[in-house]
Nanobody, 131 residues
């Protein structure tokens, strides 16, 4: 059984930092790219970042480039999203996902589903940035 669990969310002031963690079990993560997407209340999903399964390339949304850093550690199936210089508009539920292609994840995350074996994600962790 595949399990994806996110943690590390919370309430932080604008300009502050948070580190989100993600652990994956029951999945050969070296066969999957790993990504983070977020979904603000009453809005669509937005891809945040994605690392290829080889780890040789990392993608970032323009809105977080230079502020967020995504790292993966295949040895223990753990991923981290370091978020610095947080803004109020970063407030959202953040989800860690295993996916097949970063190119699809970054451009069409709204269309992805967990109904097949191509994508998995967890229950999410809430990040709230206050003024």
């Amino acid at each position: 059984q595949v399990q994806v669990v996110e943690s590390g969310g919370g309430l932080v002031q604008a300009g502050g930092s948070l580190t989100l963690s993600c652990t994956v079990s029951g999945l050969p993560t070296d066969d999957y790219a790993m990504g983070w997407f977020r979904q603000p209340l009453d809005k669509e999903r937005e891809a945040v970042s994605c690392i290829t399964w080889t780890g040789d390339r990392t993608y970032y949304a323009d809105s977080v480039k230079g502020r967020f850093t995504f790292s993966r550690h295949n040895a223990n199936n753990t991923m981290y999203l370091q978020m610095n210089s947080l803004k109020i508009e970063d407030t959202a539920m953040y989800y860690c996902a295993a996916t097949r292609l970063c190119s699809v994840f970054m451009t069409a995350v709204q269309t992805l589903s967990t109904s097949d074996e191509e994508n998995y994600w967890g229950p999410g962790t809430q990040v709230t940035v206050s003024s």
